[in-house]
């Protein structure tokens, strides 16, 4: 829709490193969209947290933050953790995959995989 070259991609830009978080979002709700999650949420807090995406399976609720780059960031999933205990929290990052207890990291490339891999 933005009508650019694939060259941004390749060869990044200001354009492309401002507006990266946007496309990587959008590139992880068409994953889940294609993966079955028909209707997609999001969560905020009152002013200090939001998740990208909350997606339900079954009866369970899981919350899914994306980040387009290596921020070990985690204060809004943590939030929403703490006020809901979830049994898992998803981060979709260019990270590898990474399971520490209830906190799953799935690397972008894999985000079609997030909704098989919840249950």
Same mark, same amino acid.
């Given at each position: 829709?933005?009508?650019?070259?694939?060259?941004?991609?390749?060869?990044?830009?200001?354009?492309? #490193?401002?507006?990266?978080?946007?496309?990587?979002?959008?590139?992880?709700? &068409?994953?889940? $969209? +294609? *993966?079955?999650?028909?209707?997609?949420?999001?969560?905020?807090?009152?002013?200090?947290?939001?998740?990208?995406?909350?997606?339900?399976?079954?009866?369970? #609720?899981?919350?899914?933050?994306?980040?387009?780059?290596?921020?070990?960031? &985690?204060?809004? $999933? +943590? *939030?929403?953790?703490?006020?809901?205990?979830?049994?898992?929290?998803?981060?979709?990052?260019?990270?590898?995959?990474?399971?520490?207890?209830?906190?799953?990291?799935?690397?972008?490339?894999?985000?079609?995989?997030?909704?098989?891999?919840?249950?």
């Amino acid at each position: 829709m933005l009508n650019i070259s694939s060259d941004i991609i390749i060869k990044p830009n200001k354009l492309f #490193i401002e507006y990266n978080g946007a496309f990587i979002e959008n590139f992880v709700a &068409l994953e889940l $969209i +294609r *993966s079955g999650n028909t209707q997609l949420y999001y969560w905020t807090s009152k002013s200090d947290a939001e998740v990208d995406f909350v997606i339900q399976l079954q009866n369970n #609720i899981y919350p899914v933050e994306v980040k387009s780059g290596s921020s070990r960031n &985690l204060k809004s $999933i +943590r *939030s929403y953790a703490e006020k809901y205990t979830p049994s898992h929290i998803f981060r979709v990052s260019p990270r590898n995959f990474f399971v520490d207890k209830e906190f799953i990291d799935i690397p972008l490339y894999a985000a079609f995989l997030l909704r098989d891999n919840i249950i």
